[in-house]
């Protein structure tokens, strides 16, 4: 569709969903995160939560277009969700420090997928994956050293 070899297109797009599916539910932790935060970190959490389940919801939207630019479909189901991530679930969680690990552990897992999916994309001379990947993993390896920072 775009001057992408098909066989590539198919592995990328595939890397693409899962990569999706996590973001998705990365998401629905930062939102469940930011209603429920109590304690003495919760204005500032409140509020920095807000900020990242924003980014998130754009992140989503970018990489569901990039499926849909490599002439696939993006996955679209809570189901589909759910069997492909690999970020845990976070419930009932309201206390500061056991959110920010949720947010770093569900970062870490979207560099290593990101990091994936950027070798991939390097070696197909995709730049348009290539490009929004470099530019997910360079955010949120900040993020997550500020993230460390705060729990130090």
């Known amino acids: 569709m775009v001057g992408i070899e098909n066989d590539y297109s198919v592995n990328v797009v595939e890397k693409l969903n899962v990569l999706l599916a996590n973001y998705q539910i990365h ?11 109590k304690g003495k970190n919760f204005f500032e959490l409140h509020v920095k939560f807000e900020e990242y ?18 002439g696939a479909v993006p996955l679209h189901t809570f189901n589909d969700y759910v069997a492909l991530s690999k970020i845990s679930i976070g419930k009932d969680i309201n206390k500061d420090v056991t959110s920010v690990k949720l947010v770093v552990s569900g970062l870490e897992v979207l560099l290593v997928l990101e990091r994936e999916i950027l070798q991939i994309s390097s070696e197909a001379s995709d730049e348009g994956t290539n490009a929004m990947m470099s530019d997910f993993i360079a955010e949120q390896e900040k993020t997550v050293w500020m993230l460390h920072s705060w729990l130090a």
């Open 53 to 70: 389940y924003a980014d998130a919801q754009m992140k989503i939207d970018t990489i569901a277009e990039r499926i849909l630019t490599l």
């Open 27 to 37: 998401y629905q932790n930062l939102r469940g995160l930011h209603w429920n935060i």
